[in-house]
DNA sequence: TGCGGCGGCGCC
DNA sequence: AAAGGGCGCCGCCGCA
């Protein structure tokens, strides 16, 4: 029987953890430990150690022969221990691959990554202990006026209380979940040694812009502020102004700015909103200026230079611990924080011109739309480190090919039948649906196919700057659906099989390439979806609602006071398409990546379809051809799968 | 002052 | 009956 000892650490520090990451918090010097509980899963005793006290010989020996050590949030306790239990106090050295992640458990189990939120989901026997996030605030950060840590000994001794609670609120949790699978645990651990690894930035870029940036946002503000009035001071008031503009606008406008949300009219001054009412010539020149300024001043993508700037270790200039495994629940697709990889504009500079508008504003020279220009510089800011450069693989059209194929219909082959000739698929597109024009064949073939209509195309086509009447896109619409009935009879399957599956307990359902099956037992009856590598997805509490399948939507949880029944989700057939789309690419590259790592690749980062490496110069050329046919070599569950990818070079972060 | 809700935005 | 969904972050605002 394999021995589990759960740990949790209670640490002081001047960093703020929040806002500088696990990595630069474990690593200063002003982080210290409190306390740590463990927990010996199997027989349930527990220890609470105090920082300084003798480590009990019998908590040296379950460390000892423990086959893994589980924390939540794993990584942050994995840092403590290493940085500080280990060298410090004379924990025994705990090897890497035995650290596993009950957060990560409970995300893989389609749950809140949150211990509270993930309690709360399950109804396990726990409340929310806000004295626990008080004490922690006391006793964990330094106090702000004084700059001493509190030591009073009865907060302490609470706050002890509440660290060994935690470690058996996990055991309790995780008694309810599914067990990470061999590979999940293997893909967690390949994450940890990329997140080690770590990324580097270029703080001086990061700073220049972060300078330049508060200094342009003054001056909106400024300007703002002087056509209102000083009603509003700053861009981002954009509610404040919808106030103004609901009397104010000309009458004939103000349907630009209202929209429709679940029946509910409301304002906005959305970017659609502000570009229409910009286009229109009834728009007052005073409102005009002032919709301007704000259409300028969309910062929130510029904040990311001082998110880099925090979370970048300070001796470095790497941010570390940027990704999570199976950060979406329900797709487990890598998400990635602080650093945020997996949403940078792609409207970039290049190498070459980012050089010159970094020499620009060293200069203290002014910037052409210089908010847009500093957004342009996100993704350049991520640079391999001096005597590297980036290669950078990308899968072609991964979705496109991978819904076909799981449909496992002659239909779909005749899919993958146009990208193993090589030719275009938006074309082709097209063609099938008697028309001639490529842009629209490619916003068809992104958008429509996961059950959406006119909504999902409309959305899709807004991004390629393509303008269609709904009308004539209902005829898209019909058109897409006529030429692929493959992909129209195989949603209706996976909501057919969903249902069987739910129906009947315990027997497995398949459904193209995947299988379905419900475990009653498992979180109040949880539907598993199981992709052709065997990866489990899941759809917890789904139970039968009017004539369909319906189950927690984890992502979003009611409100802390009410006692509403959590949100819930039908799993129509799109819904449940995309999902397994999503999911089995998500396994691709989460075997690219094992196989990578594994190889000796030096992978730094990776977004969904795409992985970036920071290779040594003398060694781009075979890695480029490399990391090539890694990416086109189908894995042995996916031979008939074809993939396509073309790496290049990059001497920053680009698109 | 800190927290959570909400609107908004970015990407795959 | 029809349906685009998966994320994370920023900033404002109201509440305690």
Redesign the pocket.
């Known amino acids: 029987m394999p021995i589990t000892v759960g740990l949790d650490f209670e640490t002081k520090s001047r960093i703020d953890l929040k806002t500088r990451g696990a990595d630069v918090y474990a690593s200063d010097p002003s982080t210290d430990i409190l306390m740590c509980s463990f927990i010996n899963k199997d027989n349930g005793q527990q220890w609470l150690w105090n920082a300084g006290e003798k480590i009990p010989a019998d908590l040296v020996m379950a460390l000892n022969l423990a086959d893994e050590v589980e924390a939540h949030n794993a990584r942050f306790d994995q840092l403590i221990y290493e940085y500080i239990a280990a060298p410090d106090y004379g924990f025994p050295l705990i090897p890497a691959e035995k650290w596993v992640c009950t957060a990560a458990q409970c995300r893989v189990n389609?749950l809140p990554?949150s211990l509270d939120k993930a309690t709360r989901a399950t109804n396990a026997r726990h409340k929310k202990d806000n004295a626990g996030?008080a004490l922690i605030?006391k006793l964990c950060v330094p106090d702000?006026k004084t700059g001493e840590f509190n030591t009073d000994p009865a907060l302490h001794e609470r706050l002890g209380k509440y660290c060994l609670q935690d470690s058996v609120a996990m055991v309790a949790l995780t008694s309810l979940l599914r067990e990470m699978s061999e590979i999940d645990k293997r893909d967690w651990q390949v994450n940890e040694r990329i997140n080690d690894r770590g990324i580097k930035v270029d703080i001086e870029l990061a700073k220049l812009a972060q300078d330049y940036a508060a200094m342009e946002k003054e001056a909106l503000g400024a300007a703002l502020s002087t056509l209102t009035g000083g009603r509003i001071t700053?861009v981002?008031?954009?509610?404040?102004y919808?106030e103004v503009l609901k009397t104010e606008l000309p009458k004939k406008l103000l349907p630009l700015i209202t929209?429709t949300?679940d029946g509910e009219t409301?304002?906005?001054?959305?970017?659609?909103?502000?570009s229409q009412l910009l286009n229109s010539p009834d728009l007052p020149a005073h409102q005009r200026h002032i919709i301007d300024l704000i259409d300028q001043g969309?910062?929130?993508?510029?904040?990311?230079f001082?998110?880099m700037i925090n979370r970048a270790d300070p001796d470095t200039d790497r941010v570390h611990g940027a990704f999570?495994f199976w950060?979406?629940?329900?797709?487990g697709?890598y998400?990635?924080?602080?650093l945020?990889l997996?949403?940078?504009?792609?409207?970039c500079f290049d190498a070459t011109e980012a050089k010159k508008v970094i020499a620009a504003m060293r200069a203290g020279l002014g910037l052409d739309d210089p908010i847009n220009s500093l957004?342009k510089l996100l993704r350049p800011a991520i640079i391999p480190a001096k005597g590297h450069k980036f290669v950078v693989g990308d899968w072609s059209a991964?979705e496109a090919r991978v819904l076909p194929w799981l449909s496992d219909s002659d239909g779909g082959r005749e899919v993958l039948e146009v990208f193993i000739n090589g030719d275009d698929i938006y074309v082709i597109t097209a063609e099938s649906m008697d028309m001639d024009d490529r842009q629209i064949g490619k916003v068809a073939n992104?958008?429509l196919g996961?059950?959406?209509?006119?909504?999902?195309f409309q959305?899709?086509a807004k991004?390629y700057g393509l303008t269609l009447d709904d009308d004539v896109v209902q005829g898209v619409v019909n058109a897409w659906r006529d030429a692929n009935p493959w992909a129209g009879k195989f949603w209706r399957e996976l909501?057919r099989a969903a249902l069987k599956a739910v129906r009947n307990p315990q027997t497995v359902v398949p459904a193209g390439r995947v299988k379905y099956i419900y475990i009653p037992k498992i979180l109040g009856g949880t539907l598993m979806c199981i992709l052709p590598n065997d990866t489990v997805i899941q759809y917890p509490y789904a139970r039968i609602e009017?004539g369909?399948v319906t189950a927690m939507?984890?992502?979003v949880?009611?409100?802390?006071d009410s006692t509403d029944e959590w949100p819930r989700?039908?799993l129509?057939?799109?819904?449940l398409a995309?999902?397994i789309t999503?999911a089995t690419?998500a396994c691709l590259l989460k075997e690219l990546l094992a196989d990578m790592v594994a190889d000796d690749f030096p992978v730094v980062g990776h977004?969904?379809?795409?992985v970036i490496l920071e290779v040594l110069d003398s060694e781009i050329e075979d890695t480029l051809l490399n990391c090539q046919q890694y990416m086109e070599q189908s894995p042995a569950w996916c031979e008939d799968l074809p993939l396509k990818a073309v790496p290049e070079i990059f001497e920053r972060y680009g698109?």
């Open positions: 389609a990554s996030s605030r702000k700053k981002t008031q954009t509610l404040k919808l929209k949300v409301k304002y906005t001054l959305d970017k659609a909103a502000r969309g910062m929130s993508s510029v904040s990311k001082t998110a999570t950060g979406a629940g329900q797709t697709r998400t990635s924080q602080g945020q997996h949403n940078m504009k792609r409207d957004g991964i992104l958008s996961f059950g959406g209509g006119v909504g999902a959305a899709m991004n909501e009017k369909g939507k984890a992502s949880q009611p409100k802390a989700k039908s129509w057939g799109g819904f995309e999902n999503q690419a977004c969904h379809d795409e698109k």
